[in-house]
């Protein structure tokens, strides 16, 4: 996968793995939350869907990272209520905030 290469060639290796498992949680976690709300748990995701998700955390930690100079370790603490927020459409940007998710309020 595209998006995990540009991720693995950011960081270090030992940053690259927990990036990676950040990554893994979020999306496992957007997928049963999707499952309870939508009682289609069974069924899952597909698997472009998998790796839509996927990329939209890369992005996002590259983004946090070079943009926003945040720690690996509070991208990874945030990896989850990112991808849930974004699912959702509820993050918002006010002024004078780079990302802000609806779990900061």
């Given at each position: 996968m595209k998006?995990?290469?540009?991720?693995?060639?950011e960081f270090t290796p030992q940053?690259?793995?927990k990036l990676t498992h950040a990554i893994q949680g979020a999306v496992m976690?957007?997928?049963?939350?999707?499952?309870?709300?939508?009682?289609r748990?069974?069924?899952?995701?597909?698997?472009s869907e998998t790796d839509r998700r996927i990329d939209l955390?890369?992005?996002?930690?590259?983004e946090r990272r070079f943009d926003g100079g945040w720690s690996v370790e509070r991208i990874c603490d945030k990896m989850k209520s990112f991808l849930?927020?974004?699912l959702d459409s509820k993050i918002i940007?006010?002024?004078g905030a780079r990302w802000w998710g609806a779990s900061d309020a």
């Open positions: 998006a995990l290469e540009a991720l693995k060639k940053q690259f793995m976690a957007s997928v049963q939350t999707q499952g309870q709300t939508i009682n748990a069974e069924r899952g995701i597909t698997a955390c890369v992005d996002w930690a590259l849930r927020d974004r940007a006010p002024d």
